[in-house]
């Protein structure tokens, strides 16, 4: 497996100090990532080769492809690879999911298209009355800017973290917070967490795809350290969950369902 980043000789030019320097500089790496699923290829993602297995699992919960971790019958990683065995009305959910792919921007469509297009996806409901404090908010973004490794290294990074009752349960860094998020969802399912009483935290923008990850699987409550878009907030009111942005210092915006966040 390759390693997540690589040590490049680079040309550093300081305008200011009118200096220009040659320096070793670590650049994050990004490999193809195939995922078989009874083994028939299903997706190629363009991912940090780290947590191939959460991503493949994760990835899977977050497209509804599977419903519950139960479904997956076995995960095998070869390099590139990840060939998942699972049982239930796979085939079905794949189509689905191939019909229904959107992505962050409606290139050449208006706003009302993209908004139609969401409509007609299958959308859950999250019921959950799980509830944090806003201070706990701060410091789950406080926790997953420390363990941002990488990103500090190379800056070419994102992140994710998901916390079970005020508990890390999971983290990962990718080239891509689509990335990002299915690693954690994939973590947290391996070890069985109750996702209705979860907060997951990221450090990229929220579009309608990012939030439906969280819905898809139950996650009442999604943060960010970056903006929403129109779109993510309009999935966040129609499935249930509770859109915190611009989580920075001692502030952040909440854009749905705000009885989740206690202040005091």
């Not at 990074?157 to 508990?167: G, L, M, Q, R, V």
């Not at 960010?224 to 001692?250: E, H, M, N, W």
């Not at 854009?255 to 206690?262: A, D, G, K, N, Q």
């Amino acid at each position: 497996m390759l390693s997540p980043s690589v040590e490049a000789k680079i040309k550093k030019i300081n305008l200011r100090e009118k200096s220009v320097k040659f320096v070793d500089e670590f650049i994050a790496v990004e490999a193809p990532v195939n995922i078989y699923v009874n083994d028939q290829h299903v997706v190629t993602l363009f991912s940090l080769p780290t947590q191939l297995k959460e991503l493949g699992i994760g990835w899977l919960l977050s497209q509804a492809i599977v419903k519950s971790i139960d479904e997956i019958i076995s995960v095998q990683v070869k390099e590139n690879n990840v060939r998942i065995s699972c049982s239930g009305k796979v085939e079905t959910r794949i189509k689905a999911a191939e019909t229904m792919k959107i992505v962050d921007s409606a290139c050449g469509s208006t706003i009302d298209d993209f908004l139609f297009l969401i409509d007609r996806m299958i959308k859950p409901f999250v019921n959950s009355d799980y509830g944090v404090k806003a201070e706990k908010i701060l410091q789950f973004v406080k926790v997953l800017n420390e363990k941002s490794t990488l990103f500090k290294l190379t800056g070419g990074t994102h992140s994710a973290a998901i916390f079970h009752e005020e508990k890390l349960v999971a983290f990962a860094e990718d080239i891509g917070r689509h990335n990002a998020v299915d690693k954690v969802i994939g973590a947290a399912a391996m070890k069985k967490v109750e996702f209705s009483k979860c907060v997951i935290v990221s450090s990229g923008r929220q579009p309608a795809n990012m939030v439906l990850k969280a819905a898809r699987v139950g996650i009442p409550i999604v943060a960010s350290i970056a903006g929403p878009v129109y779109s993510g907030v309009d999935v966040a009111i129609k499935t249930g969950v509770t859109l915190i942005c611009f989580v920075r210092g001692q502030r952040m915006n909440v854009y749905s369902y705000p009885e989740r966040v206690e202040v005091t």
